[in-house]
């Protein structure tokens, strides 16, 4: 069964640090998304991607902030200078013709020393 | 604006008891609406979801919800808890944009 997979599972990395975390989405799909997760809250939006453009951004995903889809495969996020806020699990997720059902991957969890 | 409340943060069950968890959502416009699973270290596992077809929907693992608009819910039910079941599960609602926005979640906990 098609799956969503990030990379990697577990980034450490230093305040003031770029990071960029990995997502191959589904491989028919059109739509992609990067929700995060802090730890013991709940998940929230960060963005939505389609057609090689943002189509939608929460109040979250500042100028530090940026996605690509760099080649047909890849989805990444960059977060240019990290804070110790940013450290959360971030989940890339998916869907297909449609925006309803969207397809998780196992996240990243990332955490700014 | 859009919002979910899920009621009861723990959920503790028997093993073969009833499972019933509760949504609540706000919405504007008639909702799509969603429940996800997240065992322990693992992502979110899409359980089922309701797009205005069925009020009643069946999902994976034996699950099913009902969407109610008089009461505005959607909770989430078992008949019979296993305890394979004991994850975290979170309601999730999607109007006419494309986020979804979550319910802060319940963790349920199986009991022999």
């Known amino acids: 069964e098609p799956e969503v997979t990030q990379t990697p599972s577990h980034q450490v990395t230093q305040m003031g640090q770029e990071v960029i975390l990995r997502c191959v989405p589904i491989s028919n799909h059109l739509y992609f998304y990067w929700y995060r997760q802090i730890l013991g809250q709940k998940v929230e939006f960060l963005v939505s991607f389609y057609n090689n453009e943002i189509s939608e951004k929460s109040e979250i995903f500042d100028d530090q902030f940026s996605v690509e889809r760099p080649d047909g495969s890849n989805f990444t996020l960059k977060i240019r200078s990290t804070k110790l806020e940013d450290s959360a699990m971030y989940f890339c997720a998916s869907s297909g013709q449609g925006p309803y059902e969207q397809y998780f991957g196992p996240g990243t969890r990332l955490t700014v020393t | ?112």
């Open chain 2, 1 to 112: 604006a859009q919002s979910v409340t899920q009621l009861g943060s723990h959920v503790s069950v028997s093993e073969g008891a009833l499972v019933l968890l509760r949504c609540n959502y706000s919405s504007s416009v008639p909702p799509y609406l969603f429940w996800y699973v997240q065992y322990p270290n693992q992502g979110l596992q899409l359980l089922l979801k309701y797009t205005s077809a069925a009020t009643l929907v069946k999902g994976i693992n034996g699950f099913e919800a009902e969407f109610k608009k008089s009461e505005t819910s959607f909770h989430l039910t078992k008949p019979s808890a296993h305890m394979s079941d004991a994850a975290e599960y979170f309601c999730a609602v999607r109007e006419n944009t494309d986020k979804l926005i979550f319910g802060t979640g319940t963790r349920l906990q199986v009991f022999p």
